[in-house]
């Protein structure tokens, strides 16, 4: 009688085992980097600072994630995919994400541009390539910055590399 008792004790042992194995064997897929220490929460529009929403640009880019892209990009009435159809936007944030791509990156200055814009120079280094190019950014709706427009023609290289 003492066996039949430890019989089903071992089943639910087992039972649970197995359930505890599956539940640690499953791996959450995220489309962006979990952010470090001082970093915007996930779903964050824009970046607090210039350099944030830069650094926010490029680490999508390094991500190869669309959305997180359109998470800063866009100007002072609001985000870009917001403005334009899907697919388009999709095309377009693509081409952003293959120019710059990047193995690591350094904000080398930035200052005032026009009509309330900051500018920011970076330069960008992907595998034995290195550019510098210049960040337009502005403040958006919500009064966090945007990246309005990265000048790509610096970054010919890096645009089509494999």
């Known amino acids: 009688m003492n066996q039949q008792r430890r ?6 042992i087992g ?5 505890l194995a599956a539940g640690c064997a499953r791996k959450a897929q995220v489309s962006s980097p979990a952010p470090s220490s001082g970093a915007p929460a996930v779903g964050t529009i824009g ?11 490029l680490a999508a880019a390094k991500a ?8 800063v990009w866009g100007d002072a009435d609001g985000l870009t995919r917001e403005k334009w159809p899907r697919s388009e936007f999709e095309m377009r944030a693509f081409y ?3 120019c710059l791509r990047n193995d690591k990156f350094t904000i080398l200055s930035e200052g005032t541009g026009p009509t309330s814009r900051r500018l920011a120079s970076v330069r960008i ?3 034995q390539e290195t550019a510098i190019t210049t960040f337009k950014l502005v403040t958006g709706k919500n ?3 945007l990246v309005e427009n990265a000048e790509l023609q610096p970054l010919t290289k890096i645009c089509q590399m494999a």
Do not use: F, I, N, Y
């Open 7 to 12: 019989a089903p004790v071992k089943k639910l």
């Open 15 to 19: 039972l649970g085992v197995l359930l």
């Open 47 to 57: 970046g607090s600072t210039p350099a944030e929403a830069v650094s926010m640009m």
């Open 64 to 71: 190869e994630d669309v959305q997180a892209v359109g998470a």
């Open 96 to 98: 952003v994400v293959k």
């Open 125 to 127: 280094t992907k595998g």
């Open 143 to 145: 009064g966090r910055w």
